[in-house]
C-alpha cells in the first residue's frame, strides 16, 4: 500500500486503555527512521532551521494513524 | 515547557525546502522513544490490536510541529 | 455561507453516541459529490495519481465537521 | 490493511495539480458510503442532531488521505 | 449556522498571500473571546492546569478555517 | 522556545472537565491577537477575502495545543 503521507513510522504496541468513545493505544519505536514536517515558510524562516540542528518533533496522539494488515 | 500533546520526538534537521506559503523540513530521529495514538474505539477493536503487535503509524507532514529552541 | 475548506459533503445523520467529552455522530451519504486531497507533491509522485485511478480516501473521524443550520 | 480511522471512501482520480511543495488531487465519490464525525458532545448537543437530520460535513483538504496500492 | 466545533472567533482579515496550491491570510482578533482545547486527560494531568493559569495555546495555520457570509 | 506554527494566544484557564481519555480546557483570551489561516488558493479565492473584511474562523478544539511552562 502507499500513503499519501510522509511519516510512516514502524512500531511496537505496549498498551491498549480504552474509553467510551475515544481510545489511546502506547507505542514503542525502536528503529531510526525518518520524519518529514510541512509548516508555513513564515515560521520555518523564524526557527531558522537549518541542518544538523537538533529539534523536538511535538505531534498531538489523535493525529497518529495506525495501520495493521 | 510542557505541551498537551503526547509526543514529543527528538530529530536531527537533514534538509530544509522552502515552497512559496509552505516548506519541507526531513529529520532523523535516531532514538527509540515512545509514541501515543488517539482513536475511535470502534477503530482500535476492529483493529484488534494487543501489546507486542507490530504496526505501522501513518502520519501527515502537515501534523508534525517543530520546536526549537 | 462560505467556508476555506474544499469538501462539503451533504450527509443524513444515522446515530448519535455520547460520551463524557467526545461524541461520535455516523451519517449516510447517498448523492455522488467530489473530494480534494492536499498532500506533499512528494507524495503525490510516490502514489503516481493519474486521472481515472481508482483509490481509497482515509480520514480520521476527528476531523469531520458537521455544520447544521 | 486496517486503518486506525473510521471514514474510507472509494473515490476516482479526477485530476492532479502539482504545485512547489503541496499538490491537490480532486476526486470523484459515486458509490453511497458511510461517514462518522467525532466532536465535542458540547458541540452535539449544541447541534441537537438526531437520526434523520440532513447536515453538511465540512473536511479540509488537508485531511484527507488517498491510499493506493 | 451551527457548527460541530467549539472555536468560533470573529477576526478581520489583514492580508491575504496567494501560493500556487496553498495560500496564507492574516488576521486580527481584537474582541475577547473563549478559547476551547480537548487533550488526552494524561497530558492535561502533566499540564497540571488550573482555573488562573496563564497558558499559551499553539494552533498550526493549517488547522484554521476561515468561514464568510 | 520557537514554534512551527503561526498562531500563539495567550489564554487563561477558566476550567478544565476530566473525562476517561480526552479531557477539555476552557480558557479566556483577552488580549488583542493575530491569527494565520492556511488554507488552499481555491478555497481563498471562493471566499474572495480581501483586507478589512470581518470572517469567523471555525477550530476545533482537538486542534488546539496548550503549553505551560
Known amino acids: 500500500m502507499k500513503y499519501g503521507a510522509r511519516n510512516r513510522i514502524k512500531a511496537t504496541v505496549k498498551s491498549v486503555t480504552k474509553g467510551d468513545i475515544m481510545s489511546m493505544v ?3 519505536v ?12 513564515e515560521s520555518v524562516e523564524e526557527l531558522r532551521l537549518s541542518p544538523g540542528d537538533q529539534i523536538e518533533l511535538v505531534v498531538k496522539a489523535i493525529h497518529v494513524l495506525p495501520v495493521a494488515e
Not at 527512521?33 to 510541512?38: A, D, F, L
Open 26 to 28: 502506547k507505542l514503542e
Open 30 to 41: 525502536t528503529a531510526p527512521h525518518e520524519m518529514s514536517s510541512v509548516l508555513t515558510t
